[in-house]
């Protein structure tokens, strides 16, 4: 799947404007607060139909409209195919693919898949286990669509045990009958787990290779930690009903793949708590390229791959990787910046370039 064209309408600082993307490497250069950020934020929620900076959605709406608007252009060998995205603060999305209604685009078979990655998202490397939960389980739901239900089951089945353990805390309920629930949430919970423990094993030696690449000065390792040791649902059922006693005391499951964690290593130290910023940098980025190769591998098309801001703290050895890299993986990728001399090659003729001024888009030549 390719993306071909996006039309942002009242979305951001954008009025109304559309971009044609090629295929490879594009580069959108622009002073700091010209919109290129914007432009990103508007091709992932295109993709989506949700934000990738603000849980805030009204904040994409542009000041002083009423609705914004994405309208995403994409083809796969089926021919061609329109996203489009209605959104206004107090009202539900509009979100429709090929003119019918949807409920989510995420949903939509063969939809571009897209990947990230903002200054922020080092969160994603120091941050809580949560944020590492959730974008494995994100990344496992993009790998095989059909299994993306499993962690939505283990969760309701968990918020039913845990309310269940409420009610026994106030005197409404037995222990006793926690182990219903007990053998509904290791099934589900084991399931989620073996998921995500080969999810972890198909991204380690491309982690490994990318990051050493990128410039890590020894072999990084990326690898699953899991809270529970169980080898099949039974054990993880056996785990839970041990820990019954621990669980009234303190009010919830304490135990299972909601604890569970993705970690990060360099030279046996975990990043999470070691390692520099620029090392932590480094991570995400080879966490992020090694996904979408597997992603490409294994799904009809790779993720277009939206970096924001990502040579300003990067030296001229990564910065020439990092686009090497892109260059020669498949897919698109889309790069900000706020000179093109921040990104090595950029004049090349198999590079395009986007320049971003006072809420427009101009699509500038490489030089002859």
């Known amino acids: 799947m390719q993306v071909l064209s996006l039309n942002l309408r009242d979305f951001r600082s954008y009025h109304d404007v559309s971009v044609e993307l090629g295929d490879g490497l594009t580069v959108v250069t622009g002073p700091n607060g ?5 432009l990103l934020e508007g091709l992932y929620f295109a993709c989506t139909g949700r ?11 542009r000041f002083g409209a009423g609705t914004a608007r994405t309208l995403l252009t994409c083809q796969d060998a089926d021919g061609r195919h329109e996203l489009s995205v209605g959104f206004a603060p107090g009202q539900s999305k509009v979100m429709r693919a090929d003119g019918a209604m949807v409920d989510r685009l995420l949903d939509v078979t063969g939809r571009p898949l897209v990947s990230v990655f903002l200054p922020d998202r080092l969160e994603l490397i120091k941050g809580a286990p949560a944020l590492r939960r959730a974008h494995l389980d994100q990344f496992i739901a993009a790998l095989w669509p059909g299994r993306a239900a499993t962690r939505r089951l283990y969760g309701q089945a968990l918020a039913q045990r845990n309310a ?25 919970g084991f399931a989620l787990m073996s998921d995500r423990r080969t999810a972890v094993a198909m991204i380690a030696e491309p982690f490994r290779r990318i990051g050493v690449a990128l410039g890590l000065d020894s072999e990084p390792e990326v690898s699953y930690r899991p809270r529970s040791a169980a080898t099949d649902a039974g054990g993880l059922a056996r785990d839970l009903a041990e820990r019954i006693d621990s669980d009234l005391e303190r009010g919830f499951t304490g135990h299972g793949p909601h604890r569970d964690d993705l970690s990060t290593e360099h030279d046996g130290h975990d990043l999470r708590a070691y390692g520099s910023q620029g090392q932590q940098r480094l991570a995400l980025l080879a966490l992020l390229l090694a996904e979408r190769g597997v992603l490409a591998d294994h799904r009809p098309s790779a993720p277009v791959m939206l970096l924001d801001d990502v040579m300003s703290e990067l030296d001229r050895d990564r910065r020439q990787a990092l686009v090497d890299l892109l260059r020669s993986s498949p897919g698109q990728s889309v ?22 001024a006072d809420g427009c888009l101009l699509a500038m030549a490489a030089p002859a």
Do not use: F, M, Y
């Not at 010209?34 to 914007?38: S, V, W």
């Not at 934000?51 to 709406?61: A, K, Y």
């Not at 026994?168 to 589900?188: E, M």
């Open 164 to 188: 269940l353990i409420a009610r026994i805390r106030a005197g409404r309920g037995s222990p006793t009958s926690l182990s219903s629930w007990d053998a509904q949430l290791a099934r589900h």
């Open 51 to 61: 934000s990738c900076r603000t849980n805030n959605e009204r904040e994409v709406v």
């Open 34 to 38: 010209a919109g290129k950020t914007n």
């Open 335 to 356: 790069i900000t910046a706020t000179d093109l001399e921040h990104v090595p090659g950029s004049t090349d003729q198999d590079i395009a370039h986007l320049a971003v």
